[in-house]
């Protein structure tokens, strides 16, 4: 009897704590959510990120690492509302992952935790690119972020309550150093308050919306559509005319649009992060929020030089 | 570059394998025939005129999911195959030219379209960079159908594709396979393995021609997985790749025309 005990025991306990020893896989959509991972989980989890800062996260190129790494997940986190439409589904789909499909609880959507800006009241084909959701690019406001966090946190802690403890800690921890960095940010981008900004595409309202800054224009209205030759004149005028403080385009986005209009009004050009990994300075959510408001608050100072 | 094995998994790869294959079946024998012709970016064309089918269907407000779509799709490719069939017959010797003008009114004339519907950008893009990942094998079964249909037709007819049956039969299964693979590999599938095997004649050069081609496709896959890398992109790579391999073999090679000195391009010696 004895000499079962032992084996015995070993199996119980190999069966006990395999679950704490293989780690929950994480698969996020986008860099910020899996910078935000990073934050709130540490190495309790391990990430992997489908896209990067540098492309458009509309479209991606199909690798099967991709669907593997779905599969393999136990948690995917993207931001939802239609922003990965043209590749999540299909992504989900191949894989055949349960666990992750719509509704499970391994699917996680950012933009379902928090109230969406420019919500269509009516679904109206002539508004151009209405997403029916609202708009999805909620990853440029740090309050939002903060909300996010605790709903993702919770999931966390669900998926994996042995390590609930440890979710829990870290999401105190990021909370504090996030509130502190998001009064830092808020006393230096004072002087943004009220000022005025054109866009290649429209996909900063939710900065705008925390800074207190005015869109007044966009170079690319309908994404993939070249703009008019009228909307590019009205565009010029409406940028003169406005003590505009810059031309924001993304890293990921064609330079030559915004150079053009630049040259056009003596409004400077200014390439933000939009996600972590956009810039060298935007190592995580934090640095990504310095450099956009150094960047903006670069553009103010040359703008008040000329 | 790290390798990685994870993405090598029979039911990643196997769909799209598949599809590889079905794409192959009907672009090997048909891809031989654009050669000859010497007409070989009317894939691109075609694939463009049936974009502006869909475009202009929604335009007209109708449905932009299923059937109806593949109508459109089919009906506007199967036009611009009886206007090409048309220009074949009537100017030949400027057919080329005329492919390539088609090709650029369809591409710009979609854009002049969707200035005024706005989410129709993303429809054209479907449909024009289908890609190789995401087929399933239920989306497969029209394909494979259609495929069959198609080569049991040039069966009958002994490979003797004239005029509209050619133009016909060729927007038929472009239409199908860019939805499937993406434009590139339709390209290359119709074209690479037809080239390598230029100079070979009869059903030797049909059975080197696939062969080619699948090899082409598995190898890409498998790599794709391996190196972590776009699949579509790569497949296009290793056919071109397996194509110049093939050039080793003395059967495939054997029978090339010895070439001709190259024409001047200047006159200068005389």
Redesign the interface.
Known sequence: MKLFAIPTLLLTAALVSSPAQAKMKVFACEPEWGSLVHELAGDKVDVNVGTSALQDV??I?????L???V??ADLVVCTGAELEV??LP?LI??S?NAKVAPGAPGSFMAASQVKLLEKPTALD?AN???HPDGNPHINLDPRRIYVVAKALDARLAQLDPANAAAYQQRLADFNTRWLAAMNKWKAEAAPLRGRKVVVHHISWVYLWDWLGMDQIGALEP?????P?AAHMSSLIATTKSNNTLAIVRAAYQDTKPADWLSDRTGVPAVTLPYTVGGDAQSKDLFGMFDSTIAKLLGASQSGAAK | MTLNWEGLDISILGPACVAGLIVLSTHVPLGKQVLSRGIIFIDLAIAQIAGLGVILAQYLGIDEHGYAVQIAAAAAALAGAGLLSWTDRRWPEYQEPLIGTLFVLAATGGLLLLANNPQGGEHLKDLLVGQILWVSYPQLIPAALLSVVLLGFMWLRRGRLAGLVFYGLFALAITASVQLVGVYLVFASLIVPALATAGMRGRGRLTAAYVIGALGYVLGLVLSAVLDLPSGALIVWTLAGCALLAQLVPAVRRSHPAHDAPEAVFDTVA
């Not at chain 1, 190129?61 to 690492?65: D, Q």
């Not at chain 1, 309908?222 to 070249?226: D, I, L, N, Q, S």
């Open positions: 509309h479209v190129e199909a690798k099967p690492s669907i593997a790494q599969r393999a043209g590749w299909m789909r191949q055949g084909r151009g690119d209405v309908k994404p993939g559509v070249p008019t």
